[in-house]
């Protein structure tokens, strides 16, 4: 038998709590530690579908990337989106764990994932925390190739139809910065490595100007940058737990629709 606090453990070796940044909040939202695990669910964040999903599937535990909340929270309302769905999913007695910025900064977390669906080798942290782990990443191509070929290997390797961004140097791209979500802030870093170009999501007006004829940054989509994190969350536990059965999402949890 497996229990959740075993899952727990392999987690938090893999990513502990304690790399996530202040404000976050990630481990084990809610769920008995000692109870059986009968399947997990991996997705970037949790909507009525994967709730519905888990529950098909007979899965008791989701282990997400993005947790439902932020910060100190004093009651459910019924009326605010994530409080109903936290209702919904205690009523249907599925564990949740948070696992966000500390997979951000796992060696082979979200941003080293990104590099491998690339097809980039990845070469180190785009900003080191520490010897053992940070944020960002840096990843080269094996032969050069033109700023509009790799954007549509974005396209085709991300699915974001869009892709938003200010025009670099005009140069062949072999090093290319990475930093899955909202990533911009690592612009400095990215200019610092000699990358050619920077792919990042949520970027903000300003911050194109700080890039433009210095390096090509572009803005890829946040659930486009950071949903490899669901595999390789399986794939982990996999390793760990090869007879139970475990589950990644086939739901586009993104909120956001493009018209092109």
């Avoid at 060696?107 to 080191?128: D, R, T």
């Avoid at 990443?137 to 390797?157: A, C, K, M, Q, S």
Wanted: glycine share 8%; net charge negative; hydrophobic share 45%.
């Amino acid at each position: 038998m497996t229990c959740i606090k075993e899952v727990v453990q392999v987690l938090e070796t893999w990513a502990p709590p304690a790399w996530a940044e202040s404000h976050d909040n990630v481990g084990l939202l809610w769920g008995d530690p000692d109870s059986r695990v009968e399947g997990v669910l991996t997705a970037l964040e949790i909507t009525p579908g994967v709730l519905e999903e888990a529950k098909e599937l007979n899965a008791n535990l989701i282990v997400v990337h993005h947790p439902l909340w932020y910060g100190h929270r004093t009651r459910l309302l019924w009326d605010v989106y994530a409080d109903r769905l936290i209702y919904h999913l205690i009523q249907a007695g599925i564990a949740v764990y948070a696992i966000h910025t500390n997979a951000d900064h796992a060696p082979n977390g979200v941003n080293y994932g990104l590099c491998e669906v690339l097809g980039l080798k990845p070469v180190g942290f785009l900003h080191a925390t520490a010897p053992s782990h940070g944020i960002g990443y840096i990843g080269e191509l094996e032969t050069p190739i033109e700023i509009w070929d790799l954007f549509h290997l974005v396209r085709e390797r991300v699915g974001v139809p869009v892709i938003r961004y200010a025009k670099g140097k005009d140069m062949l791209i072999r090093r290319v910065a990475v930093c899955g979500g909202a990533g911009s802030f690592l612009l400095p870093q990215a200019l610092a490595s000699g990358a050619q170009a920077f792919l990042t999501a949520d970027i903000p007006y300003h911050r194109f100007f700080e890039a433009q004829e210095r390096i090509w940054l572009a803005d890829i989509g946040h659930y486009e940058s950071e949903k490899t994190i669901t595999t390789t969350l399986a794939n982990l536990l996999r390793t760990y737990f090869p007879m139970l059965p475990i589950f990644v999402t086939h739901i586009r949890t993104s909120p956001i629709s493009y018209w092109i």
